[in-house]
C-alpha cells in the first residue's frame, strides 16, 4: 500500500475545492436556471407565486394564452463603483429566465391581476366562466 494518494483521488479533491468557482459571478448570487413556482387553485382563481430575486419590474413578462402562463424575467447585474472612484474593470452578467406552464381551464384575462414585490411575483388569475356554446338544433 503506498502513503501517497492517487493521482485520480488528488485531482478530483482539488477539483471539487473549486467547484463553483467558475460557474458562479464573482459577486451577487448566481443568475437562476429557472424560475421557482407555487400555484394553488382557490375555487374560482388561481394564485400564482413566483420567485424572481433580484429583477427589476419593468424586466417581468407575463403572457397569457387559454390557459398557458409564460412568466419571462431578463436579469441584469452588475458592479458598480462609488463616486470619486476611477473604473478599473466592470463586470456585467447577463440572462433570461423563463417559466411556461399550463393550468386546468382558461383564464379570464380582463380581471386578472399581476403585482411585484421584494422579489416575489404574484398573479391572480380567475377562471373563465364557461360560456354556453351549443345549442339544440330542430330537425325538420
Known amino acids: 500500500m503506498s502513503m501517497f494518494p492517487a493521482r485520480r483521488r488528488l485531482f478530483d479533491e ?11 459571478p464573482l459577486h451577487g448570487d448566481p443568475l437562476p436556471q429557472s424560475i421557482k413556482l407555487d400555484v394553488q387553485d382557490i375555487g374560482e382563481a388561481y394564485k400564482v407565486q413566483a420567485e424572481l430575486p433580484g429583477v427589476k419590474k419593468e424586466d417581468i413578462h407575463v ?16 458592479d458598480s463603483s462609488g463616486e470619486g472612484s476611477r473604473n478599473l474593470r466592470s463586470e456585467r452578467y447577463y440572462g ?15 380581471h386578472a391581476q399581476a ?10 388569475l380567475p377562471k373563465r366562466k364557461a360560456v354556453e356554446n351549443s345549442r339544440k338544433l330542430n330537425i325538420k
Open 14 to 24: 482539488l477539483m471539487g475545492s473549486l467547484d463553483g468557482f467558475y460557474v458562479q
Open 115 to 124: 403585482q411585484y414585490e421584494e422579489g416575489l411575483l404574484l398573479l391572480e
Open 63 to 78: 403572457d397569457i394564452d387559454g390557459a398557458v402562463v409564460t412568466i419571462k424575467a431578463e436579469i441584469k447585474q452588475q
Open 96 to 110: 433570461s429566465v423563463s417559466r411556461r406552464f399550463e393550468l386546468p381551464s382558461e383564464i379570464d384575462l380582463e
